[in-house]
């Protein structure tokens, strides 16, 4: 009886934790998708007109600059095929993929380094720029 109440209340401290959690949403700088990218970082991707653009934010979700950052984009389409492809830089503030409009697309995981640290996030490129504007993103370490 002792070990079924221990696990009882074991089970609802845990499922307490849980609940206790506040659900946050965050705005988008760009009207993009946000997403926790590591500690201190986070990354909004906006999927329009065929391209993917994507900014590097800080801990306050305020756009940084990605002088001499670099980024990658691990990309699976539909059909599952993987590609790594390599971003360009768009100004000061962003980098650039442009979408081949003959493939359907799932998921891209970009990475920027930047400064010798590393960000990096996963993205559903089926949502367009307006699907993001009330999402809830949540990451480990994600903190505010």
Do not use: C, R, W
């Not at 409009?101 to 995981?109: G, L």
């Amino acid at each position: 009886m002792k070990k079924v109440t221990f696990l009882l209340s074991a089970l609802l401290l845990v499922a307490t934790s849980l609940f206790a959690q506040e659900d946050h949403k965050h705005g988008s700088p760009h009207g993009g998708d946000v997403k926790s990218a590591g500690t201190g970082f986070h990354m909004e991707a906006v999927v329009k007109d065929g391209m993917v653009m994507v900014y590097l934010l800080d801990g306050s979700e305020k756009t940084m600059s990605i002088a001499g950052a670099t980024a990658t984009a691990t990309i699976q389409t539909a059909d599952g095929k993987i590609s790594k492809e390599t971003l360009k830089t768009m100004g000061k503030d962003s980098f650039m993929y442009m979408l081949d409009k003959t493939k359907k697309y799932n998921k891209a995981i970009v990475t920027i380094k930047t400064n010798g640290k590393t960000a990096s996030a996963s993205f559903d490129l089926n949502k367009k720029a307006d699907d993001h504007k009330d999402d809830d993103h949540h990451g480990a370490g994600h903190k505010h």
